[in-house]
């Protein structure tokens, strides 16, 4: 088959763009630890919550410097992170177990890497490190019914030492 | 004679299917300019529950309306033209042009009925209509009618091409119905997935016979068809860069082997790639997320050789016109030439919009982007622009030719495409800086009590003030765009037209490629193959586990 | 099922539909030109409706009523009771889930969706209680309620229904907005002034135009002007300037440009990887 021995640099070319993307993900993923949410959180009741953490929703202590979150995500807002914010200290690896109470949403911490999306039934399971005090507005980025706009909330990274337990 | 008189049937089928998109185009249109205009707090004329209402409908008819009804017009008119014959059976083409009709205009009622409350029908769900978000029945009822319309309609291409090839066994497929071929192939093996989503799960559900339905697997069955379709979307343009452009540019196409390499990639890897809009979903491995990404990034190869033969074949024309020098050339091109100038200004945005597609396909700096307003601002890049004001750059050569009349109001038709090019700049480049700020797209008013949005570069408000501005623009190029078509269809039969309808013989012709490339049977199966390879054991997955179900939630 | 259409029926249906469903309660409705307690703005854009509800015992309020969009409303919004009244909260079991919370923290009801679960308080002091639900409180679901006589009070101008919103102030500061109106008037102008143009040249011309062209068309066709012509001549083809044959042809713009458009884009890649998203702050890192 012709081809022009310009196209042909081209396509080298092309290719050797195409495997630099690939190769820059991947190392986002192995180097950089980027991990994407995956099924590791499990499926779960949508219409009931019983004996899940979901009953209780909130930041939990389990040990040393990692944290659990329990978040329910419902028309229209974040359980906790709309009424209260979400508060987690300072140098901490949060878990975050993010699942909806009817339809899909999204759970985007903005001005940060932190978004996923929430499905009614599926546990979406990822762990975050928070390193410096600081707050972050959170909001649902997914399309989930007329007061969609208004779906929004706060996590506040307090210092290590004035976090007191819970969401309060 | 012009197409007109030669294929008079055929005229009337790509007349009523343009009149159809045009129609859709407008409306969509000014809903566009309704939600530019509301979610940047410039001027709200409704309440933001109907903005919902206003963005469905935007969605469908031009994502899904507009698009399709141009490809059918477009695609009838090149394998009538390359095969010379005529279709091979006017039942068919009139049972797809009827049922697609009848499927959009199902669908398009029960959205517009939400703004009128009393009437109990409605369907704000947005164009991906994800369950557990429920509309009316008959929403999902004009989607499938309109789905089988498609169908039908690649249906009667390959049955013409099959007459074709029986009065010509040896010769190679003429390009342009090669391009024809391989997208409704293409078409096929992906529209599968929403057609199974829609008939087997979300119908029955919206009509209360199945009481829940799976979320995760719905989403992943429309993202199985999702990705395909912007490539079903994609493939008529493309089809006008490689056959139209050139000879508009005063050129012959740089090589037509590489254009059918270009076209069997597409129908081999446009599908088996729709997990990367769904990076951030759980119940997906991440191992399958990471297959769907290197899929992707395979993806780009197609359109990268597009590029490079396509402004090589600009570049011949320029030069036989008299254009010398290394880019002096430029200017030596009909740039006043509203046909030209909207395909190469379509073809020049589309080199960017395809950089933030390299971005959106990267697994994990999705995460930066997803469900911002960079993705907007990426198909706005590549469906609104490259494939929309292509089609619409097409439509001022085409159409004299379909009706026998001679474009009218040409300085309109030639200013509206630069219009077009300004006002998407300012609108695009918003929205994506606007986007890595973290503003949500799908939003009526993203404007927070705690979330505050810092710009990369520029700030918010002048963020606002563009996609507005940008917004205002593009509607009005928009609006020029109508009155030329209306005013040329309204004219009066002319006995000359003042565009000619022959296309050059390539530079480099099929003869110089492996008769392998038109063994469209060999490159379906293995379309097919890669298909149940990164699919099969996803869904099955799927299926075996499913997620629990959830009840509807009518919108 | 899918039967329940759950699109509310806007303002002034909702007045209808609110006024049958508050089965028991007075007739009397938002009494124009009566004084009603200043409430403070806290119902300002909150659907609902007033109602003065003295003389009674008991009040029921619709929690999930029509209004602000869909079903997110109490019914009435704004009441004023004598102290010593019950007021009974009512769910509708439309618009989700709500809930009925004190402003000032002394009471607040269970979350639920539930048509028919009641929530009940009794009054003994005077003043003003505001209330809303949580989930739906930026929608504007709010309730307030006026105890005994001894509350502002302001004189009712306007009728019930059309809520005032805030104006949304559009990009920041004025001189953005000046620029914003100068951009838009201009452009309006200019495309009313180009199609107003379009239009009158067409009117003027149109006879002659289509004479003049009909004339020379049918010249250039050899057939008598004024008839339909049957069939439709295409342009000739230009012929090139120079002709470049495939031999002869190496597209070297385009290759420059497209070795330009490589760097451009391999370099974005490197800025927006690197720095934006790596750089953004906590990553999903398990």
């Known amino acids: 088959m012709e081809i022009h021995r310009f196209e042909k640099f081209w396509l080298v070319a092309s290719l050797v763009l195409i495997v630099g993307f690939i190769a820059t993900i991947t190392y986002g993923s192995v180097a950089a630890g980027v991990t994407m949410v995956s099924d590791t959180g499990g499926t779960i009741q949508p219409d009931s919550f019983e004996n899940t953490g979901f009953d209780d929703p909130g930041v939990r202590h389990i040990e040393g410097d990692r944290y659990e979150a329990y978040v329910v995500a419902q028309q229209f807002f974040f359980n906790p992170g709309s009424s209260e914010p979400i508060r987690v200290p300072a140098g901490s690896t949060v878990t975050f177990y993010v699942t909806s109470a009817d339809v899909i949403h999204g759970f985007q911490i903005v001005d940060t890497n932190v978004n996923v999306m929430v499905i009614p039934g599926q546990v979406s399971k990822i762990t975050v490190r928070f390193e410096e005090p600081g707050e972050y507005g959170i909001l649902c980025n997914e399309y989930c019914g007329a007061g969609h706009h208004t779906m929004e909330g706060q996590i506040v990274v307090v210092p290590e030492d004035e976090w007191e337990g819970g969401s309060q | 004679m012009t197409f007109v008189d030669d294929y008079p049937f055929e005229a009337k089928l790509i007349r009523r299917s343009l009149a159809v998109a045009f129609t859709a185009l407008g409306i969509g249109g000014l809903f566009g300019l309704i939600q530019a205009l509301h979610r940047t707090g410039a001027l709200r004329v409704i309440s933001s529950a109907d903005y919902y209402t206003v963005l469905t409908g935007h969605g469908v008819l031009l994502a899904l309306v507009f698009t399709s009804f141009s490809i059918t017009g477009i695609f009838t008119w090149a394998v009538t033209n390359s095969l010379g014959r005529e279709a091979a059976n006017k039942t068919v083409s009139r049972a797809w042009l009827w049922l697609m009709s009848i499927g959009s205009t199902l669908t398009s009622i029960t959205i517009l009925a939400g703004f009128v409350p009393s009437i109990p029908m409605s369907a704000d769900v947005l164009f991906t209509f994800y369950p557990p978000l429920e509309a009316h029945p008959l929403f999902y009822v004009g989607l499938a009618l309109f789905v089988v319309g498609t169908w039908i309609a690649g249906a009667d291409w390959l049955l013409t091409y099959r007459e074709w090839r029986q009065d010509n066994p040896d010769s190679r497929i003429p390009l342009q119905t090669f391009i024809v071929i391989a997208t409704m192939l293409m078409w096929y093996i992906s529209s599968i997935g929403v057609a199974a989503e829609v008939l087997l799960f979300v119908l029955p559900w919206s009509l209360g016979i199945t009481q829940t339905i799976d979320p995760l697997l719905s989403r992943s069955l429309f993202w199985y068809f999702g990705h395909a379709v912007v490539y079903f979307w994609l493939m008529p343009a493309y089809l006008a860069w490689y056959t139209v452009l050139p000879k508009l540019s005063g050129g012959r196409l740089f090589s037509d082997p590489l254009a059918r390499v270009v076209f069997v990639l597409f129908l081999l890897l446009s599908t088996p790639v729709g997990f990367h809009h769904q990076y951030l979903d759980p119940g997906i491995a991440e191992g399958y997320k990471f297959v769907a990404m290197t899929n992707t990034m395979f993806l780009l190869l197609p359109s990268l050789l597009t590029a490079f033969t396509v402004v090589a074949s600009v570049e011949h024309g320029a030069r036989q016109r008299g254009g010398t020098g290394r880019l002096n050339w430029l200017r030596a091109l009909p740039w006043d030439n509203p046909a030209f100038v909207g395909m190469a200004l379509a073809g020049l945005m589309f080199a960017a919009g395809g950089f933030s597609g390299m971005v959106n396909a990267g697994m994990n700096i999705n995460y930066l982007v997803h469900n911002t307003i960079w993705i907007p601002g990426h198909f706005h890049l590549t469906v609104g622009t490259a494939v929309a004001l292509t089609i619409m750059a097409l439509a001022y050569w085409l159409v004299p030719q379909v009706t026998g009349k001679r474009l009218r109001s040409k300085t309109l038709a030639v200013v509206q495409p630069y219009l077009w090019f300004i006002g998407m700049t300012l609108m695009s480049n918003a929205m994506h800086r606007a986007g890595l700020a973290g503003v949500p797209r799908r939003t009526a008013e993203p404007q927070y009590q705690y979330v505050v949005f810092e710009g990369v570069v520029g700030g918010i408000s002048e963020m606002r003030l563009q996609i507005a501005i940008g917004g205002v623009l593009l509607f009005t190029s928009l609006c020029l765009f109508l009155w030329v078509m209306l005013k040329t269809w309204l004219g009066p039969k002319a006995a000359t037209i003042d565009v000619n309808g022959v296309i050059p013989e390539p530079l480099s012709g099929p003869e110089h490629s492996p008769r392998v490339l038109d063994n469209f049977k060999l490159w379906l199966g293995i379309a097919i193959m890669l298909l149940i390879l990164v699919y099969a054991l996803p869904l099955a997955g799927m299926l075996m586990n499913p997620t629990p179900g959830s009840p509807p939630f009518p919108m | ?286």
């Open chain 3, 1 to 286: 099922m899918t039967g329940i259409r759950r699109r509310a029926v806007l303002r002034g249906g909702a007045a209808a539909i609110g006024a049958a469903g508050i089965a028991g309660n007075t007739a009397a409705q938002d009494s124009q030109g009566a004084a009603r307690p200043d409430f403070g703005g806290w119902l300002d854009g909150s659907d609902g409706g007033y109602l003065d509800a003295r003389g009674q015992d008991e009040v029921r309020v619709d929690v999930g009523a029509a209004g602000n969009g869909d079903y997110y409303a109490f019914r009435p919004a704004g009441i004023w009771i004598d102290p010593g009244t019950t007021v009974v909260w009512e769910w509708t079991g439309q618009g989700g889930q709500h809930n009925v919370v004190d402003e000032a923290g002394n009471f607040e009801s269970d979350l639920t969706a539930e048509e028919g679960f009641t929530f009940e308080r009794t009054f003994e002091d005077g003043g003003i209680t505001e209330y809303y639900c949580a989930p739906h409180r930026a929608l504007g679901m709010k309730g307030a309620v006026a105890v005994g006589e001894d509350v502002p009070t302001v004189t009712a101008g306007g009728g019930g229904g059309q809520p005032t919103r805030e104006p949304y102030q559009f990009a920041g500061d004025t001189f953005q907005q000046t620029i914003a109106a100068v951009i838009f008037g201009a452009l309006g102008l200019g495309a009313a002034a180009l199609l107003a143009a379009e239009g009158y040249a067409t009117y003027r011309d149109r006879s002659a135009d289509a004479e003049a062209a009909a004339a020379e068309a049918a010249a250039e066709a050899g057939v008598e002007p004024g008839t339909v012509p049957e069939t439709t001549e295409e342009a000739t083809e230009t012929e090139p300037v120079q002709t470049i044959e495939h031999d002869d042809y190496d597209p070297f713009g385009t290759a420059t440009m497209i070795v330009v458009y490589f760097l451009i884009i391999a370099l974005m890649w490197v800025f927006m990887y690197f720095v934006e998203f790596l750089g953004n702050g906590p990553t999903v890192i398990g």
